[in-house]
């Protein structure tokens, strides 16, 4: 058995760091790199993707919302063709600045709301996808594990890899529990690892209320944003090593 551990990186903006990225990047197989809407210039993306060509770590491009200071995780209202050309220009951003490193763009995860609304609504995630797949038909698409999300890329014949959260609660319907509420996030690093392994050695999501949702599991993330994150992903990493569980990047 293998997985691919992947984190949302190069969140900073400026002179403000987000996480450290470069202890992440020592950890991770794959890194979500911020795209200059809800996080992220391109002085952070070309550091980042740098980082991650260096240690063999694969690059993919993470739109969200523009949002910078809620940090792409309020909800916004927009039409179809309005969430495509969000996605699309983002992609075309990261694709630019990974080749002007050496790299390329393998595959793309949405963020925060978006990622959220587009689990929920198939209709968003359509959108979405398809107009990242117009950009790049090899992308792949880093999908929340039996949800909407991984139902529509399969139906538009998509490479998808399925996804499992580290530090986040699950609802019964597979979906995330909600941030505002309590137990949403996990601060114990070494519970994460046992919780990771046992979800990988079951086939499953195991959710807040103890059910098993039975899914295809490719990826896992650990955030890069938060005080414990490097501590987080350690604990992942070395769970899954002892355990016996393979790491590889997504491509």
């Given at each position: 058995?293998?997985?691919?551990?992947?984190?949302?990186?190069?969140?900073?903006?400026?002179?403000?760091?987000?996480?450290?990225?470069?202890?992440?990047?020592d950890?991770?197989?794959?890194?979500?790199?911020?795209?200059?809407?809800?996080?992220?210039?391109?002085?952070?993306?070309?550091?980042?993707?740098?980082?991650?060509?260096?240690?063999?770590?694969?690059?993919?491009?993470?739109?969200g919302?523009?949002?910078?200071?809620?940090?792409?995780?309020?909800?916004?209202?927009?039409?179809?063709?309005?969430?495509?050309?969000?996605?699309?220009?983002?992609?075309?951003?990261?694709?630019?600045?990974?080749?002007?490193?050496g790299?390329r763009?393998?595959?793309?995860?949405?963020?925060?709301?978006?990622?959220?609304?587009?689990?929920?609504?198939?209709?968003?995630?359509?959108?979405?996808?398809?107009?990242?797949?117009?950009?790049?038909?090899?992308?792949?698409?880093?999908?929340?594990?039996?949800?909407?999300?991984?139902?529509?890329?399969?139906?538009?014949?998509?490479?998808?890899?399925?996804?499992?959260?580290?530090?986040?609660?699950?609802?019964?319907?597979g979906g995330?529990?909600?941030?505002?509420?309590?137990?949403?996030?996990?601060?114990?690093?070494?519970?994460?690892?046992?919780?990771?392994?046992?979800?990988?050695?079951?086939?499953?999501?195991?959710?807040?209320?103890?059910?098993?949702?039975?899914?295809?599991?490719?990826?896992?993330?650990?955030?890069?944003?938060?005080?414990?994150?490097?501590?987080?992903?350690?604990?992942?990493?070395?769970?899954?090593?002892?355990?016996?569980?393979?790491?590889?990047?997504?491509?």
């Open positions: 058995m293998q997985v691919d551990l992947n984190a949302d990186l190069g969140e900073g903006f400026g002179p403000w760091p987000m996480g450290d990225d470069k202890a992440m990047l950890i991770v197989t794959s890194a979500n790199i911020a795209c200059g809407f809800h996080a992220g210039d391109p002085e952070v993306m070309a550091r980042t993707m740098r980082g991650a060509l260096a240690r063999g770590v694969g690059i993919g491009a993470h739109p919302f523009a949002d910078l200071q809620g940090f792409g995780r309020r909800r916004l209202a927009l039409s179809a063709d309005e969430l495509g050309n969000l996605v699309a220009y983002q992609l075309g951003a990261a694709q630019g600045m990974a080749r002007s490193v790299g763009v393998a595959h793309l995860k949405l963020h925060g709301a978006l990622s959220n609304m587009a689990t929920d609504e198939a209709d968003i995630a359509r959108a979405c996808f398809q107009a990242a797949l117009r950009v790049d038909p090899d992308l792949i698409l880093v999908v929340l594990a039996g949800t909407r999300m991984q139902a529509v890329a399969a139906e538009l014949g998509a490479r998808h890899a399925c996804e499992i959260f580290a530090d986040r609660a699950y609802r019964d319907d995330l529990v909600d941030r505002r509420q309590p137990g949403a996030v996990m601060h114990d690093p070494a519970e994460a690892g046992r919780r990771i392994v046992a979800m990988l050695r079951a086939g499953a999501i195991l959710t807040a209320s103890g059910k098993r949702l039975p899914c295809r599991i490719d990826t896992v993330c650990v955030h890069g944003d938060s005080g414990e994150a490097v501590a987080m992903a350690g604990a992942v990493r070395a769970a899954l090593e002892a355990a016996g569980i393979g790491l590889a990047t997504l491509a």
